[in-house]
């Protein structure tokens, strides 16, 4: 589904008191400028409780006219297989609610669709036999909590001659990644074939393929590499129930799944990891059924590791009080406490809980890692500070592997607004910037702190709920969706933000240049 940023909307329109209102208009390909028929235009109601959604088919020419359209709030979607929308934004946020009046004629609006990409190739193994069944990866890097990670954007199969082709690809930059398989009984071939084009097993070393809108690029051959898959293996404790489906591994890119794994009454194992460091993590059940863990750094190089056995430590309890400051919080029941870890991929190790009537909480059997606090997002609400006795912890973290006291979670109510605009460098308003607020000052390690807005068409944003304190204002005509949090991504246009301070319950209003697209697309090169 492909939703379109109606910015011209009004601007094209007349009213007709009495006549129906109407949209009509013409989708083409952005390339060059060719019609695109058989694209299902779709005006859909926004209003829950408005059930009139519209759509037209485009004909050869492009065109499409929707009549009879009902007074309302709407947004334009398209659905047209092998395209995408034009981006002239910034990325993220859904799109705006239009609103139609009695009468409204909304002619010839322009829609531009790019075309998608594809990256075709083949796959063979390390004496070049075709790797019928090789699993085929596009990767791109996307940002999550702040961090840079290889992601999967597109799979295939290898057909039975080795080839694939990637297709559905947006324009952006990619990255090859191949795993070996037989077409039966389907298991790794030699234990070693997680490969990155152009021929590495080391994600690191992956060549970059740099993908134009409606490309088609062929030649992307990957021979399977023998070396660098080895077996991991550990010794289980007596006393300790450890189920396979509880054991993990993470690497720096997040939670590793490798391909082969045993288990035993006294051994568990992973099988087929490449070189690397690794940490292997396990959930336990004592005899008592209470949850126990154990923690182990691996180093994977060139033989398979014995880890020797595992030790396991019982869950930990967290408990303590919520407090408000700022002014009155009526009920702390929509509020809950989550404890995040480093391993976001796995819920089980980022536990949440609930307030109880009397300000208290408690969490039980957690496992002994190092936590975050964060809260949920509560109008006006934030997480101002976590205590231990009289002390407040460094950036809101706890060591669960610690002994800890009852601790004091502070909440806020006594948030501020910022407003403004934004400009490019020619002074004229852009339509659609990003606008990130980055907590600078005593609360510069607060990303919680940090929130963002999206311009409207007259180049007016708003931030509401901004916790009080010193920030840096950044504006983007476009930028990829969380590269702001990332603090080595922002670097270079620190000196392009703009200060603020937000008081407690205070307003500040500024007007901004936006970092322009041209500049983000240089660095990304």
């Not at 920030?471 to 392009?496: C, S």
């Amino acid at each position: 589904m492909i939703y379109v940023w109606m910015a011209l909307l009004l601007a094209q329109s007349a009213t007709a008191p009495n006549r129906p209102a109407s949209v009509t208009g013409r989708v083409v390909n952005s390339l060059n400028g060719d019609p695109i028929a058989k694209a299902v235009v779709i005006l859909r109601a926004r209003d829950p409780a408005h059930s009139l959604s519209y759509a037209d088919e485009t004909d050869a020419q492009g065109g499409f006219s929707i009549p009879d359209v009902a007074p309302g709030e709407y947004s334009i979607a398209i659905e047209r297989a092998g395209f995408t929308l034009e981006s002239t934004s910034a990325a993220g946020p859904p799109a705006p609610s239009v609103k139609i009046n009695p009468g409204q004629q909304v002619e010839n609006f322009p829609i531009r669709l790019a075309p998608l990409g594809a990256i075709t190739g083949r796959i063979v193994d390390s004496d070049g036999e075709a790797a019928r069944g090789a699993e085929v990866d596009a990767l791109h890097y996307v940002y999550t909590g702040g961090k840079k990670q290889l992601r999967v954007a597109a799979r295939v199969d290898a057909g039975d001659r080795g080839d694939f082709r990637l297709f559905g690809l947006r324009p952006g930059t990619y990255y090859l990644r191949a795993t070996g398989l037989q077409v039966a009984p389907f298991v790794l071939l030699n234990q070693a074939t997680v490969t990155y084009y152009p021929g590495t097993v080391d994600s690191s070393s992956a060549e970059p393929i740099e993908l134009r809108a409606g490309a088609q690029m062929s030649g992307f051959d990957i021979r399977l590499q023998l070396s660098g898959a080895y077996r991991v293996r550990f010794q289980l404790p007596p006393g300790i129930t450890v189920s396979p489906t509880q054991s993990y591994l993470f690497n720096s890119q997040g939670r590793f799944f490798p391909t082969e794994g045993w288990f035993s009454g006294t051994e568990m194992g992973f099988g087929n990891v490449p070189p690397g460091f690794y940490e292997a993590i396990f959930i336990g059940v004592q005899a008592d059924k209470s949850p126990s863990y154990a923690l182990r750094h691996v180093e994977v190089s060139n033989a398979d590791v014995d880890g020797g056995t595992i030790e396991f430590v019982p869950g930990a309890a967290i408990t303590g009080t919520v407090r408000v400051e700022g002014g009155n919080m009526p009920s702390l029941a929509k509020v809950s406490i989550h404890l995040q870890s480093e391993y976001r991929d796995l819920a089980l190790l980022n536990p949440s809980t609930g307030i109880k009537s009397d300000g208290s909480f408690a969490f039980e059997g957690v496992a002994p890692l190092v936590y975050t606090f964060s809260i949920d997002r509560v109008t006006g609400v934030y997480l101002k500070s976590v205590r231990m006795g009289d002390e407040s912890q460094a950036q809101q973290h706890i060591d669960a592997a610690e002994k800890l006291e009852p601790l004091i979670i502070v909440l806020g109510v006594d948030t501020g607004e910022l407003e403004g605009t934004v400009k490019n460098s020619k002074g004229d308003l852009v339509a659609r910037a990003r606008v990130d607020a980055i907590a600078d000052g005593d609360h510069a390690n607060r990303p919680d702190f940090n929130q963002s807005a999206l311009c409207d068409e007259k180049g007016h944003f708003k931030i509401t709920d901004l916790p009080p304190g010193q920030y840096k204002i950044f504006a983007w005509e476009n930028v990829p969706d969380g590269a702001p949090q990332d603090r080595d991504f922002r670097k270079p246009f620190d000196k392009q933000a703009l200060p603020v301070s937000i008081q407690p319950k205070g307003r500040a209003n500024l007007k901004i240049t936006a970092i322009s697209a041209a500049q983000v697309d240089r660095l990304l090169e």
